[in-house]
């Protein structure tokens, strides 16, 4: 059966993936930010650590999805992803492979579990997914695992509530627990920490609420559901909201979790960049 250990957060500032693709990890300023993902790069290519597929929670900036169509939740259940053009071309990083029997076991499960997913097949993919697919694998030919995009709304709003993200986490981990392959899953959240990108607050980040968000997906999940969205707008900037998908993951993990590794860096871009490994407790 599949089985689900790790789950994984980190921010997904493009910077990050320019500072790679450039080869400027040496640059006083980039070092800092690739040196806490040092530990996490050694620890996920062991063999007992390597995923076989990573269901990778991220947001679309406007580059999938547009005003047209807002999907609240959308799974990709295509054979592969391109890399999307954000502006300047795409990013020089491999095609994304995804695992499509787990994706379709994946939607089909949380569609009966009354999670009206959109299933998508046409997703070119920006820097929400590359970006942190770079600083977990550095620059392989290709990514040495498959992955299942999936995507949540939280660009316009009404985006989801952080409860309504922890329980399709919750039901995540009963698609994974019931799929009938041996496989290495992690979840992985992305996006965030404080940052706003725009307006008069822009620029803001608040170390102090990022360090007891990180310090409470150990010690109080049930604060973290609660947190409605105007305390992530007041305390952590407009963009902040991304937080909400690392409760998609914490929520596919035990009651129960050990902290492997982390990394705060102040700043990454406008942005504070954060990470955490999280391990499951028997
Ligand atoms: C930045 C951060 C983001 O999360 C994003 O999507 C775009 C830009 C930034 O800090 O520059
Ligand atoms: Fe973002």
């Not at 040496?26 to 800092?32: C, E, L, R, S, V």
């Not at 316009?156 to 496989?183: H, M, Q």
């Not at 997906?217 to 407009?238: A, N, Q, W």
Request: proline share 8%.
């Amino acid at each position: 059966m599949a089985d689900l250990q790790y789950g994984i957060a980190c921010s997904h500032v493009p910077l990050i993936g320019v500072g790679a693709d450039q080869n400027r990890e040496d640059d006083p300023y980039f070092a800092p930010i690739f040196a806490g993902f040092d530990w996490t790069r050694q620890w996920i290519m062991k063999p007992e650590n390597r995923p076989d597929a990573v269901i990778l929670v991220f947001n679309d900036h406007a580059s999938a999805f547009s005003q047209e169509i807002i999907p609240t939740f959308a799974i990709g259940c295509a054979d592969e992803f391109q890399p999307a053009d954000e502006g300047w071309g795409p990013r020089p990083v491999p095609v994304v492979k995804n695992h499509p029997e787990l994706a379709w076991h994946v939607a089909e499960n949380l569609i009966m579990d009354d999670f009206d997913m959109t299933i998508v097949n046409d997703m070119p993919v920006d820097h929400g997914l590359t970006v942190p697919l770079t600083v977990m694998f550095n620059k392989p030919d290709s990514w040495p695992c498959r992955v299942v995009p999936l995507m949540v709304n939280v660009v316009t709003y009404p985006v989801p509530s952080g409860e309504r993200c922890w329980k399709l986490g919750e039901s995540i981990r009963r698609a994974v627990d019931g799929f009938n392959e041996d496989l290495n899953v992690q979840i992985w959240g992305t996006g965030g920490m404080s940052h706003q990108l725009q307006g008069p607050r822009a620029g803001l980040i608040n170390a102090e609420w990022d360090r007891k968000f990180l310090d409470d997906m150990t010690e109080d999940t049930d604060r973290l559901r609660k947190i409605p969205h105007i305390e992530y707008l007041r305390e952590t900037g407009s963009e902040g909201i991304e937080m909400v998908m690392w409760l998609v993951m914490r929520g596919a993990l035990d009651p129960q979790v050990k902290e492997l590794h982390r990394h705060y860096h102040v700043p990454a871009s406008n942005t504070a960049l954060g990470h955490i490994v999280l391990e499951n407790v028997q």
